[in-house]
């Protein structure tokens, strides 16, 4: 919190420039608006900051309420900025939300993290939280005042292909995530059955994991460019040496190794005594698989496909080097072209479907781990 | 009926159970004791064919047990093992009625079922029905375990230290309970333990094993007054076996009714259904050599003198 407000105090909160290229100017609370004004936003901050050094429960209520004003007005902040500071006459001239801004969303968000434990805040109260700067941010966004901050041109630039890249990313995760739960599960199974199998099988995953992603990447180039070549059916798929082919194999490779190993452990762990009385009881191989081992195994299971999800929403990004598309595309372009918020444009969504990945699937795995049944 | 003649069962070139032969009479509660690793789980597991034997035949009601499948047979026996063997996913009616689910009763069965055991065991059903066994106590799962062995109403029952995990309190709760159930339900049953004393509280007969092998077979009373060999006597305790015997015997046994009702203000009363154990301890503790003996009622109902204690019969 303390930390926050040098931030607030001590960084650009934005920058203008007059175009794409040149690297804007940074802009500093002060310069917005006025000492008087720093002080007036500085002092409820010192408050808050107050509350939260002698927590008591109503003390941390009232600095989440703080936090909350804070998430709500960023947006609007950045439009008052928008308004005040960037030529509208110049087509190219365009705001940057500056350091000092990211730091202060960073670290309210850690205050949020840290006040839901303290509070033991409820998954609705975080949602709600969540939702209320969702409608900031889009009430902000439509009413067209934002439109000259930098990312919202890059996006408006090319709305379709943003669009389509997010649909794409998602369709090549899911892809991979459902192969490799499926081989996955299988070979768990396989293992299961031969103890012989389990050393080769986890060393080859293991290696698989440790190719660098681009090296794997370009290690498929040639084989498939060859199959597609030889076999007509392969090319009339679309498999080539580069495009989605490689990258859907190379995603399932690296997940293979969670998945596998983690269901193996999943269908393992559960406690002997449990199999032993449901024997005991009388029921059959298939009744203990589906009603007592699967469920029980279940929650382990969604912690494995969580990783792996997470982990291929990441790895797809990088797959966009050998032409896969997806929302790496724009985080090379940005690269390539040194333009910073083309960067985030692809990377911000990542972040974001790997967050809702990591949320939904814990909660999953959470209300079955807590007796719900499937 | 239980029938074991000349079992054995081997794993590679060693002998868990050898030649082991042994008759449970319909309705008897028959205890295996031993220390771990005598064979006394092996054998049990080989009547409900979780272990297959080896050599010589396991009949119940004079039928092989090999002759079923064994699915079937596990279905009408009931079993019981340590609180851990509950389905932690499902919920204490769930798991009671699993064995009556696999039996294919019909919903209303089940359920009717389900209250009736649970009322049978002390669980109250608004309370408990839809807890999971993650929020039940140690007594509390096995009673839970209990219920579900006797699910299917089996005619006999396998318990593999059913009581094994339980503080010592709940321990004596629910041996009583089963007991008390016993005398009810006159079940067959063949109980697994370490602890001599529960052993010598539970069991109709007990039977001990050493080394995959019986080492000595009888009435709990019989064991204590004749131990076959130092192993046995040490089990038994050794030089606590004389209040373990008189443990085993009732009070209304040895008390006298002929002579006069004496005085009822003597606080020195002991209950006709407790132990000879019980008192003798209220004799040490009172530091007398005759106490009153009151039924349930208080009412005076004779005399127990330390003579009568000490000496069977009429003397």
């Known amino acids: 919190m303390g930390l926050s407000l040098l931030a607030l105090l001590g960084l650009p909160l934005a920058s203008s420039q007059p175009n794409r290229i040149v690297p804007g100017e940074g802009v500093f609370l002060w310069e917005m608006v006025g000492w008087v004004g720093a002080l007036g936003i500085a002092l409820p901050w010192l408050a808050a900051v107050g ?61 949020l993290v840290e006040l839901r434990s303290r509070l033991s805040l409820s998954r609705r109260h975080i949602v709600s939280i969540l939702a209320l700067t969702l409608i900031a941010w889009a009430t902000a966004l439509s009413s067209g005042w934002l439109e000259p901050l930098a990312l919202v041109r890059e996006y408006a630039s090319r709305s379709d292909q943003f669009l389509a890249a997010v649909l794409y990313h998602l369709a090549l995760v899911g892809a991979a995530v459902a192969i490799s739960l499926v081989i996955g599960f299988s070979l768990a199974l396989a293992l299961r059955h031969s103890e012989r199998l389990r050393t080769p099988v986890f060393g080859v995953l293991s290696v698989i994991q440790t190719i660098p992603s681009l090296a794997l990447f370009g290690l498929l180039l040639a084989p498939l460019a060859w ?17 989605w082919a490689p ?13 596998t190993r983690n269901a193996y452990v999943a269908l ?11 024997r005991g009881m009388g029921m059959g191989p298939g009744h203990i698989f589906f009603q007592v081992r699967l469920p029980l195994a279940l929650p382990v299971l969604l912690e494995a496909i969580r990783i792996t999800t997470i982990q291929a929403i990441g790895l797809a990004a990088v797959a966009a080097l050998i032409g896969a598309g997806g929302l790496g595309t724009f985080i090379f372009q940005g690269l390539g072209q040194s333009a910073m918020d083309l960067i985030v444009l692809g990377a911000l969504p990542i972040l974001v479907m790997a967050l809702i990945a990591d949320a939904a699937f814990s909660a999953l795995a959470s209300h079955f781990r807590q007796g719900g049944r499937p | ?16 159970v050898n030649d082991f032969s ?15 690793g005598c064979g006394k789980s ?11 034997h080896s050599d010589g035949q396991i009949l119940i009601d004079r039928q092989q047990i090999r002759s079923f499948n064994p699915q079937a047979l596990r279905r009408r026996i009931g079993y019981a093992i340590q609180s851990t063997g509950l389905f932690p996913h499902w ?22 079922r389900v209250r009736e055991l649970m009322e049978l065991l002390g669980l109250d059903h608004d309370n408990f029905a839809e807890r999971m066994p993650s929020q039940l106590s140690g007594g509390q799962a096995q009673r839970v375990g209990v219920a579900r062995a006797l699910a299917a109403d089996p005619d006999t029952l396998l318990m593999d230290e059913p009581f094994g995990a339980l503080d010592p309190i709940t321990r004596v709760n629910l041996q009583e309970e089963l007991l008390r159930l016993q005398s009810r339900l006159k079940k067959t049953i063949v109980f697994v333990t370490h602890d001599m004393d529960e052993a010598l509280k539970l069991a109709d007969r007990i039977v001990v094993m050493d080394a995959g092998r019986i080492v000595q077979q009888g009435t709990p009373s019989d064991l204590l007054s004749a131990p076959a060999n130092a192993f046995v006597e040490s089990l038994l305790g050794g030089a606590d076996r004389g209040l373990k015997q008189a443990g085993l015997i009732r009070v209304s046994s040895r008390m006298r009714t002929d002579l006069p009702a004496p005085q009822a203000v003597d606080p020195a009363t002991v209950a006709a259904d407790d132990t000879l154990r019980v008192a003798l301890s209220l004799m040490l503790w009172h530091r007398c050599d005759t106490l009153t003996v009151v039924d349930r009622s208080n009412t005076p109902v004779g005399q127990l003198s330390l003579r009568d204690l000490l000496h069977s019969g009429s003397s």
């Open chain 1, 51 to 111: 509350l939260a050094v002698r927590p008591t429960r109503g003390r941390s209520w009232a600095v989440l309420g703080f936090v909350v004003l804070i998430l709500i007005s960023v947006p609007w902040g950045l439009a008052a900025f928008c308004l005040a500071y960037v030529d509208l006459e110049q087509p190219y001239a365009r705001g940057g939300i500056g350091a000092g801004t990211w730091v202060v969303l960073f670290l309210t968000g850690l205050c």
């Open chain 1, 227 to 243: 199959l597609s070549s030889r076999y007509e059916w392969l090319s009339d798929l679309g498999v080539q040496g580069i495009g």
């Open chain 1, 247 to 259: 990258a859907l194999i190379a995603l399932v490779g690296y997940s293979l190794l969670p998945m």
């Open chain 1, 268 to 278: 393992e762990g559960v406690p002997a005594v449990v199999i032993e009385s449901a």
């Open chain 2, 1 to 16: 009926m239980i029938e074991l003649r000349n079992v054995t069962k081997r794993f590679g070139d060693e002998r868990a």
């Open chain 2, 22 to 36: 042994l008759t449970v009479e319909d309705g008897e509660f028959c205890v295996l004791v031993g220390t771990s």
């Open chain 2, 42 to 52: 092996t054998t049990l597991r080989m009547i409900n064919r979780l272990i297959e």
């Open chain 2, 91 to 112: 919920s204490v009616a769930r798991n009671i009625g699993t064995v009556p689910r696999l039996l294919k009763w019909d919903k209303p069965r089940i359920e009717a």
